[in-house]
């Protein structure tokens, strides 16, 4: 439990000096969703996405929500917390420290919680097209839904961010996301496009992957999401 409240207490802390510094922009969408996997069904989701630029320090806060009824029972049920702070002593190389946590109701684990710290390039920083790449260390506690036991292991995250400006008013991202460890290995790729029809209204589709290498038998390893909805900036 140490390094984690480490990690967290330094991420917070260069949270809360980029809350009191400068002003935040970001995104929200809210859409419909098709779902194939572990459960197939049609519902709604909500994803927020903030950021705050200050010289060389860089914060990011997001959070994520799918909710599905099917026969009026709940059959998905998933929410995610993300946050990370980067700092640029290079013009592109920079530090980073993040913290993800994950509440799913239809995997086998009730939680995952991960924190880990390192190193990303800005491999491709131009106006029309943005491409980062990230590596680090970090640790991973999780809880099993079916034995309510308390996992902890060591990880690596790596990651891989893609932004493609077409036009004035289209842009295309993936942002790939692997988190691996002695028990289990996640990892998550969104694809999407979004078109501004107004300065802070667009419309956006999405297509998520998510996988849990380690499953218990009867559960499948992967998930997929279909989104389209409304993309409103701020």
């Known amino acids: 439990m140490m390094p984690i409240r480490i990690l967290a207490g330094l991420l917070c802390g260069s949270l809360a000096t980029g809350v ?25 989701s909500a994803n927020l996405d903030v950021l705050n630029e200050l010289e060389r320090w860089h914060h ?9 009824f099917t026969e009026q029972e709940t059959s998905a049920d998933r929410w995610e917390l ?26 086998d684990y009730s939680f995952q919680g991960t924190a880990a710290i390192g190193y990303g390039y800005h491999f491709i920083a131009t106006e ?4 980062d790449g990230k590596i680090g260390v970090g640790i991973r506690r999780t809880e099993l839904r079916v034995t309510s036991d308390m996992e902890a292991d060591d990880i690596v995250r790596g990651a891989l961010e893609f932004e493609r400006k077409l036009t004035d008013t289209t842009l295309v991202f993936n ?3 692997v988190e691996t460890g002695p028990a289990n290995t996640f990892m998550q790729n969104r694809l999407g496009i979004e078109v501004k029809m107004t300065e802070a209204l667009g419309l956006g589709l999405t297509h998520e ?7 218990l038998p009867g559960t499948r390893n992967s998930d997929q999401v279909f989104t389209a909805g409304v993309v409103v900036g701020f």
């Open 20 to 44: 009191a510094s400068a002003e935040w922009s970001g995104k929200g969408r809210i859409g419909g969703v098709i779902a194939r996997g572990n459960s197939d069904s049609a519902t709604g």
């Open 60 to 68: 990011k806060l997001g959070g994520s929500m799918l909710r599905t």
């Open 82 to 107: 993300r946050a990370e702070s980067a700092f640029e002593p290079a013009k592109r190389a920079f530090l980073f420290g993040s913290m993800r946590y994950e509440n799913d109701r239809f995997t």
């Open 128 to 131: 029309a097209t943005k491409l």
């Open 175 to 177: 942002r790939f996301l």
């Open 209 to 215: 992957v998510r996988r849990n290498t380690a499953v």
